[in-house]
């Protein structure tokens, strides 16, 4: 059983594009959920936390639907730095884990010129 | 900014010798994390630390697996007899004063089992 899956990509876009990602999580129970980034063979980095009201971070915006256990991360005006591997993350339910991290596979973001 | 630092950050042996990775965690975090990543592949979590003892480890933390916090700074992932299927990133992990705060990632040690 995969716990978090996601989009593979490759997405490929121009400077200035609005790029969506998608991410599905398969326990209900699940209490924390998280973005990071990924540049290549470098560790992860905390990009966003993600709340049930959905959140803002500049041209970042990352949405949670419980009911459906969806995760999404919208980028506006994408520039050349965003070119990374993004990871859906997710977080053990309560009481059961103390914060072991669930990894998504990564989706892979080339912003071009 | 605080920061989580990890040495070496690239360490090769033989097959069946004894490795200990090193971790230096965000000075005020409490729980400590390590997790591997195998070339092209997800990030793996092995194992949390919490209050000195182990909270959880993963199918993959095996016998051949140990974590130690021997001091009040740094945090070490020993691998007794390493095979060629360890070679991989090797992340070590922290966060606050809750378990459900955000983590916070070292650069990694890239281990490469001949």
């Known amino acids: 059983r995969k716990e978090v899956e996601q989009d593979p990509g490759p997405f490929n876009v121009p400077e200035g594009a609005t790029v969506a990602f998608n991410c599905t999580y398969s326990n209900s129970a699940s209490q924390s959920f998280f973005w990071y980034r990924q540049d290549c063979r470098k560790e992860p980095k905390l990009l966003m936390s993600?709340?049930?009201s959905g959140n803002e971070d500049g041209r970042f915006t990352a949405q949670l639907n419980r009911a459906s256990q969806y995760i999404s991360l919208l980028i506006r005006d994408s520039k050349l730095s965003d070119s990374a591997t993004y990871l859906c993350?997710?977080?053990?339910?309560?009481?059961?884990?103390?914060?072991?991290?669930?990894f998504g596979r990564g989706t892979q973001l080339t912003v071009w010129p | 900014e605080p920061e989580v630092t990890q040495t070496p950050s690239h360490q090769v042996t033989q097959m069946g010798q004894e490795v200990i990775l090193r971790c230096v965690p965000i000075?005020?975090?409490?729980?400590f994390y390590w997790y591997r990543q195998i070339l092209g592949q997800k990030v793996e979590f092995l194992v949390s630390f919490y209050n000195n003892e182990i909270s959880e480890k993963s199918e993959i933390f095996d016998d051949q697996f140990s974590v130690e916090r021997p001091d009040g700074s740094n945090f070490t992932l020993k691998i007794r007899s390493t095979k060629l299927e360890d070679s991989a990133m090797y992340f070590c992990?922290?966060?606050?004063?809750?378990?459900?705060?955000?983590?916070?990632f070292g650069p990694g040690t890239r281990l490469t089992v001949l």
């Open positions: 000075s005020n975090h409490l729980y």
């Open positions: 993600v709340y049930s």
């Open positions: 992990a922290s966060s606050g004063s809750s378990s459900y705060n955000e983590q916070f």
């Open positions: 993350v997710v977080n053990g339910p309560r009481g059961s884990t103390l914060g072991r991290l669930y």
